[in-house]
């Protein structure tokens, strides 16, 4: 089992948000970070200097649960972005299509006890983690408008699906950022639990690094952790150490089986 060293002031850290940071719950307002958490995010921040979040809630929602705790983020899986100097971009996308998407997507949960309309910045998701049992009616009325809209795609996640108006995912986001201080030049690593966290995945793995699936599933990520609360305690064992860290670490996260490459030996490795 091939180990791997960070070294945290030459490593790019990012991190997904609900089932990553946070646990995913049944409404999507309703999400909470646990303070201790946060506040191993601030520490390792404070250390590496080099830390952002890249999920698909929208910046504006990141800013309101982390809050005091500011970081360069990327918002609606790619489709925004603040930089770590505070530039704010995000993909072009019709406002009026948005807004007539999500009045269809409205309409159709309408009077549907379980789903839930929640409209982002260039996208609409559909949530029926309440009714599993409507999961292919929801998955085949989103699918109907991602070709209705023009440019529009699906993002699929845990009991949500997405309408997005936008061409960016969060591999793009991932690239952005290390081309840009205080991430380029760094080793990166990105740390997620859903399908769409796999672009992320594999732009690191194409950039040297080191990515890790959070729970069980296919994946392209060359780690694994069992459950956010390993991850959580994978985290505090990170910002103890506060230097070069393992990051293998038994019963947390472990090297997976059948990765498509060996991970690369991190900058500032020791040995």
Same mark, same amino acid.
């Given at each position: 089992m091939t180990d791997v060293v960070l070294d945290p002031t030459k490593t790019a850290f990012f991190f997904d948000f609900d089932g990553t940071l946070a646990p995913i719950v049944d409404e999507p307002t309703h999400v909470r970070i646990d303070p201790s958490v946060a506040a191993l995010v601030r520490r390792l921040e404070e250390v590496s200097g080099a830390v952002a979040v890249i999920s698909g809630r929208s910046i504006a929602q990141l800013d309101k649960f982390l809050s005091p705790l500011v970081l360069p983020a990327s918002g609606v899986h790619g489709l925004e972005r603040r930089s770590a100097a505070g530039a704010l971009s995000s993909a072009s996308f019709d406002p009026e299509q948005l807004k007539t998407l999500a009045a269809t997507v409205a309409a159709f949960t309408r009077d549907q006890p379980g789903?839930? $309309?929640?409209?982002?910045?260039?996208?609409?998701? #559909?949530?029926?983690?309440?009714? /599993?049992?409507?999961?292919a009616e929801?998955?085949?009325?989103?699918?109907?408008?991602?070709?209705?809209?023009?440019?529009?795609?699906?993002?699929?996640g845990k009991q949500v699906v997405e309408i997005k108006l936008g061409n960016r995912d969060k591999g793009d986001a991932v690239l952005a950022f290390m081309s840009e201080p205080p991430f380029q030049g760094r080793t990166p690593v990105f740390i997620g639990d859903d399908v769409t966290d796999e672009d992320a995945f594999r732009r690191v793995v194409e950039l040297g690094g080191v990515a890790i699936k959070i729970g069980a599933g296919d994946t392209v990520a060359t780690h694994r952790t069992p459950d956010i $609360?390993?991850?959580?305690?994978?985290?505090?064992? #990170?910002?103890?150490?506060?230097? /070069?860290?393992?990051?293998?670490?038994?019963g947390l996260v472990e090297r997976r089986d059948g990765a498509a490459r060996p991970a690369a030996r991190m900058a500032g490795a020791e040995g």
């Open positions: 789903l839930i $309309t929640e409209v982002k910045p260039g996208s609409v998701a #559909l949530h029926y983690r309440k009714a /599993p049992e409507k999961t929801c998955l085949a009325f989103a699918a109907l408008q991602a070709q209705r809209f023009t440019g529009a795609s699906l993002a699929h $609360t390993s991850f959580h305690r994978w985290l505090a064992r #990170l910002e103890e150490t506060g230097g /070069p860290f393992s990051v293998i670490q038994p």
